[in-house]
Structure formats: structure tokens, C-alpha cells
């Protein structure tokens, strides 16, 4: 599988990947042009304060961020801030992530999708570069279906 195409196979999903999958680093890369990668730690995840300072931290998120889900949503759907055209965000352990409340796991699960789906969905402009944006929830083999299987039922 080409560069090209591992990166545009999930042009429109968030993928879940186990920790003893391998995929190359050339591979996981945008074809051409500026990335912005963010990697994220899932046990530093695990209630709504540790979500939104490890997304802050990470994404550099602007000092108005509200520190609440729909600001979350809302910036994940901006990015204006950061001067890349792909964006790749990486969540380690995440099986940990909001593992005691599924009520916040699901608003969580559901802006990354959502914001998966938005920069999907927004069409390139003439003059202007085609922002796209991925995001990979890397997790244990052994729950990594169950992972998925959540993921999918948002």
C-alpha cells in the first residue's frame, strides 16, 4: 500500500490501531506538504479535565478555548492557528481514555468523528490547499474490536 493511499483510506473515519500493528512512518505520512502531529496520552485521558489539557497542550489550542465539550467540538473544527494543511492526532492508550464514564467517552468519540467527517466534507477552494485531518486511537490488540466497535456506534 502506497503513502498516498494508507492516508486517504481514512480520509472520512477515525481509525483504531493496535499497538502491535506496524505501519511505517512513510507510510502513516501525508503525501506531500506541512503536517501538524499531535500525540496524546490515553491514562492521561481518563476524566474531562485530563481530555481537554491533553488536546490543549497538544493542539496548542487558543487561550479563549472554553474548557467545556462544545469548545472542544468547535475548535477541532477551526485549526485556524496552526499553519499545516494535514493534521494527524494520535491518541496513546486509548482504552484508557474517559474508560469511567461512557456518557463522556461517547461526546468525545462523537467530536472526533464529527471532526473527521467535517474536514472530509469541506471542499478545497480554488487557491487554497485541501486541509485534511486524521486521527488514530492506537490500543492493545486484545481490545482493540471492542475499541472499535464503541467508536463505531456513535
Known amino acids: 500500500m502506497s503513502n498516498a493511499t494508507w492516508w486517504e483510506r481514512y480520509e472520512e473515519e477515525v481509525c483504531v490501531v493496535s499497538t502491535a500493528s506496524s505501519l511505517s512512518v512513510a507510510r502513516a505520512l501525508p503525501p506531500t506538504g506541512l503536517i501538524y502531529s499531535a500525540r496524546m496520552q490515553g491514562q492521561q485521558m481518563r476524566d474531562s479535565d485530563g481530555v481537554f489539557t491533553q488536546f490543549y497542550e497538544a493542539l496548542r489550542l487558543p487561550d479563549y478555548f472554553g474548557w467545556n465539550w462544545n469548545a472542544l467540538r468547535d475548535c477541532l473544527t477551526d485549526l485556524h492557528w496552526i499553519s499545516a494543511k494535514h493534521f494527524l492526532l494520535t491518541i496513546d492508550d486509548a482504552d484508557a481514555v474517559l474508560s469511567e464514564s461512557s456518557e463522556e467517552r461517547e461526546i468525545l468519540f462523537r467530536a472526533l468523528n464529527g471532526a473527521v467527517k467535517f474536514w472530509a466534507g469541506k471542499p478545497e477552494l480554488p487557491g487554497q490547499e485541501k486541509i ?8 492493545p490488540p486484545d481490545v482493540q474490536e471492542e475499541v472499535l466497535r464503541e467508536l463505531k456506534t456513535y
Open 132 to 139: 485534511t485531518f486524521r486521527t488514530v486511537l492506537l490500543c
